[in-house]
């Protein structure tokens, strides 16, 4: 198992210090090597994502990320932004599968939104397609032209999706099904929008590959309104990339807290890029109060979809379970009733539960 660590920025490196040391206790053989991505790497040596880091990225099986950026490097061109190398690392791996659970332990039922009968025990995951779609379809623009007989401004982008791409995508959410409830759901817009009706019927083909999950089609104004009315009725869901930027944002937050949530980007051959779905958070960088369980997860979600170590995955998971049934919670999440702790003291509280 190689893997590449890269702490980056703000807290990525107290966060990543606890999930390595989670995985150093696993006793896994697991090869861990350090690069630089983001503002530490812009200081180092000019640019965010070094010819180093894509040497070290591209050698090894998997990707674990802290986080990037913050203000020291607002004021930079664009193309040395910390945010660059991010764009950068995954146009190289070419991550193409985003993947997002949302899972609301019981512990933090009062911490979403939505009444706890709702939520608790949710356990939900967001397959989003990252490299198509209207973000990058051509032609697109903002141009002057005569609508109507006057001049006016147009905006247009346009929404195309390859099947190959829709194919691949929908394989990466067949597959996690597999690992999960057996449950998927696909979400479009077919009642509108031709492209995704090729979405649906590429689904229903790629479905008899995988008859033991069980398949069913939503639309996407639905599918919003669902997420917050019972969002418990979902297992894996998958859908296109605006629709899942959208979805997946939503359902993180029905979880309430930013410091829980784990992500994953995948390729083809399920190499991964693993990262929480939170930023460098700077106003509390260097303190030792950020909360390191979402990147512990993500870690845990390497074993799972990269290494295929599920009962390693699932190891981390319940010690992370387990340390929150014994009212351990850092500051972002810190309710009355339980005990305040910093990222150290976390760390140590998960190996203790492994
Ligand atoms: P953020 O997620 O860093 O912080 C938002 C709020 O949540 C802050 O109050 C922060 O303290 C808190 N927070 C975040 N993670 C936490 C954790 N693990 N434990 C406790 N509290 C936590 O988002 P923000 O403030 O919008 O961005 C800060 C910087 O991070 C920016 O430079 C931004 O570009 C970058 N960023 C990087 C991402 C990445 O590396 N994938 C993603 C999002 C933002
Ligand atoms: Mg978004």
């Known amino acids: 198992m190689k893997i590449c660590v890269l702490p980056g920025d703000g807290i990525g490196p107290e966060i990543m210090a606890e999930a390595v040391r989670v995985l150093r206790a696993l006793d896994l053989k697991a090869e861990m090597e350090e690069g630089l991505l983001g503002g530490c790497a812009v200081d180092a040596t000019g640019t965010p994502y070094p010819e180093a880091t894509q040497k070290l990225a591209r050698e ?11 203000p020291k490097w607002d004021g930079l ?10 764009l950068g690392i995954r146009k ?14 019981p512990e933090l039922a009062n911490a979403s939104s939505l009444k706890p009968e709702v939520v608790a025990g949710l356990d939900i995951l967001i397959v989003r397609e990252l490299t198509g779609d209207i973000y990058f379809g051509q032609p697109r623009g903002i141009e002057t032209r005569e609508v109507d007989g006057t001049q006016q401004r147009v905006g247009w982008n346009t929404m195309i999706y390859a099947e190959y791409e829709i ?6 959410a067949f597959e996690a099904a597999q690992k999960r409830g057996k449950k998927l759901c696909s979400v479009d817009k077919m009642n509108v929008l031709e492209c995704t ?17 069980e398949l069913s089609h939503m639309l996407v104004d639905n599918a919003a309104m669902q997420l917050v009315r019972a969002p418990k009725q979902f297992d894996v869901m998958v859908t296109g990339n605006m629709f899942g930027d959208i979805l997946s944002d939503e359902a993180s937050m029905l979880t309430g807290s930013i410091g829980m949530l784990p992500s994953a980007s995948l390729d083809a051959n399920n190499k991964g890029l693993y990262e929480p779905s939170h930023g460098s958070a700077p106003d509390i960088a260097g303190k030792g109060v950020a909360n390191p369980l979402a990147t512990i997860l993500s870690a845990a979600m390497m074993l799972r979809y990269t290494f295929n170590q599920e009962e390693a995955a699932l190891r981390i998971e319940n010690a992370v379970k387990k340390v929150l049934a014994q009212g351990l919670r850092t500051g972002d999440i810190h309710e009355p009733g339980t005990k ?6 976390m760390g140590d509280a998960v190996i203790a539960a492994l």
């Not at 090894?60 to 913050?70: E, H, K, N, Q, T």
């Not at 061109?77 to 991010?86: D, F, T, V």
Request: hydrophobic share 40%; charged share 35%.
């Open 92 to 105: 190289d791996l070419n991550l193409f599968a985003n993947l997002r659970p949302a899972i609301l332990y």
């Open 167 to 172: 194919r691949r995508i929908l394989k990466v």
């Open 197 to 213: 009706q090729l979405w649906r019927d590429i689904a229903e083909e790629v479905a008899k590959d995988y008859p033991d999950v």
């Open 77 to 86: 061109p664009r193309e040395q932004r910390p945010e660059r190398g991010l």
């Open 60 to 70: 090894a099986d998997a990707v674990l990320l802290g986080a990037v950026g913050g």
């Open 340 to 345: 305040k702790v910093g990222t150290r003291e």
